[in-house]
Every structure is written in C-alpha cells, then in structure tokens.
C-alpha cells in the first residue's frame, strides 16, 4: 500500500522541477516546497529540506518558519508545522525535533522519544543536532537557515537521521559519528546508506576567519583543500568537508546527492542567518520512515 505522501503526489498535488543530478525541487499548490534527493526518494524515505514559502508566519519569518525559539508566534509555526505534515501524511504529534546546539549529541528516537518539541520549544531534546529512529511514521525535524542539513537512509536496515552541521558540527565530524551510531544501533553498514546534502550556504558566501580555517586545516589534507583563500578572504566549503566527512565514514560516493541551492544567495526561497543579520525564520530538513 502506497503511503499518504506519494498518495498526495499521485494525486496531482505536486509538480517537479529537476535542479540538477540527482536531486529535484517539489513545490505544492499552496506554495509549500521543498528539495529531495532522487536516490532517498526511490529508495522509499519521505524527507526534503523546505523552502520559506506557504506558510502564514508576518515578516521578517515570511512565510514558512518552523522553529519556535526564533521570536515567532508560536501559532504561526505550529500552523506552518501542521501545513508541512499534511503534506507528509503525518500527524503534528509524530513530529520529533531537537533544541540545536552546534554540539555532536546524537539521539536514537524510539517510541519513549517520538513527540518530543512538536509542540513546545522546551520540551525538545536538549543539546542535540542529529537524530535518527528505525521507526516507521515518526516525522524527524531540525531547523536550518545556513547551517547544512545532512539527510541519512539505510534502505537495508530501514533507519534515518537528520543532521545539523555549522562549521562546528562539521569540524567535529558530526555526520561520521551519525554514521557510526547507525551501525552501532541499527546494525546498518556505511556502504548501504544513502546521503542528502541539503540547501545551505554556499562556499562563496561563507567566509570565515583564520581561526576557523586553521580548524579545518588541521583536520587532514581532505579537510584542508576545503577551505579557499584569496587576497582578502578565506572561505570554507561546508558542502564540501561534509562529503568528505560521508566519504570518510564509509559511504559509497555514488550514494551522496548534494544540492546547487544556495540558502544565503536566494532570498526568495530560503531563510539566511547571516544575510538576514540574524533575525528571521528556519527552513526545515525532515525525513519519516512510511509506515507500511
């Protein structure tokens, strides 16, 4: 039986728009959107990283916002969150997210956990930035607006996880210790995970200080060729180091979709910490298990 997501797009709610290899941008009719890996979606996991758009949050989260601890009307973002899930075919409460921290904690969702910041900000796991679950039907959620969303499948074992990987998440190699803790818990083997690096900022527009680099530098040659100096600048591709991170782990480079989006330079379809000065909304990485 085909679940209420791809149900929903059967149906004519949907139409595609191919970005580049490997992934495409779904956008409804009622302007919400959001981009998906080819691979994940074949391989039958529901997730996507959102747009800003079809939501009803007043400037300056126009319209989409999904985190409650950014200033928003928390109506305003659980009608938005109950928009999304209606889309997905889920119930708000099935919804599972973290309070996000820049730290490497990683949180197996079981049946005790599933819930957990649908509602309220402080009821969200404390300390977190990546989750993961084997099970079906519970909608995982991080709030992103820069920071680069990792979306993780074993179609084998039947698990996910969803990452939230600044540059401090990344220089601490959390997408590798997801990726351990899938195998730990779950039993999954790195070759048969599947990978979506998601809309974020781009290299270009993320420029950072000698420090910063010098933290990348320092975590291997592989790292080091992540971070593009010129004359007056010094950039770190955080797309990049996360593949590198993915790679690193195990995975098979054939099984990693990364997007072209960039959140910093299209206003129009993403939120952006640092363009934004700080003071705006959160797009969404999520991915759900369909039950059967």
């Given amino acids: 039986m085909s679940s209420p997501y791809h149900a929903l797009k059967d149906a004519g709610d949907v139409m595609y728009v191919e970005v580049q290899m490997g992934t495409q941008w779904i956008k409804h009719k009622d302007g919400i959107a959001w981009e998906e890996s080819g691979q994940l979606h074949r391989a039958g996991l529901c997730h996507g990283v959102t747009g800003r758009t079809g939501g009803v949050s007043p400037a300056p989260y126009h319209s989409l916002n999904l985190a409650l601890h950014v200033g928003d009307s928390v109506s305003c973002v659980l009608e938005n969150r109950r928009r999304l899930c209606a889309h997905l075919g889920c119930r708000l409460d099935v ?56 979306i993780l499948y ?114 129009q379809a993403f939120y952006s910490y640092r363009r934004d000065g700080g003071h705006t909304g959160r797009m969404a990485a999520f991915a759900m298990i369909p039950a059967i």
């Fill in 95 to 150: 919804l599972t997210t973290p309070q996000q921290t820049h730290e490497d904690h990683v949180i197996a969702v079981g049946d005790s956990e599933i819930g957990r910041g649908a509602g309220s900000y402080h009821d969200a796991f404390p300390h977190t930035d990546a989750l993961m679950t084997s099970r079906p039907g519970v909608l995982l959620l991080i709030c992103i607006a820069d920071c680069v969303p990792v």
């Fill in 154 to 267: 074993d179609p084998v074992k039947k698990a996910c996880a969803v990452i939230h990987d600044g540059w401090r998440g990344t220089a601490s190699r959390l997408a590798s210790k997801t990726v351990f803790a899938m195998q730990t818990v779950y039993g999954s083997q790195p070759r048969d995970i599947l990978a979506f690096i998601g809309p974020s900022i781009s290299r270009e527009h993320f420029e950072v200080s000698e420090a910063t680099s010098d933290i990348f530098r320092h975590m291997g040659p592989a790292y080091d060729q992540c971070v593009y100096k010129t004359a007056d600048t010094v950039c770190v591709d955080l797309w990049q180091a996360n593949q590198q991170l993915l790679l690193h782990a195990g995975l098979l480079p054939q099984h990693i979709d990364t997007t072209t989006h960039c959140a910093y330079q299209d206003e």
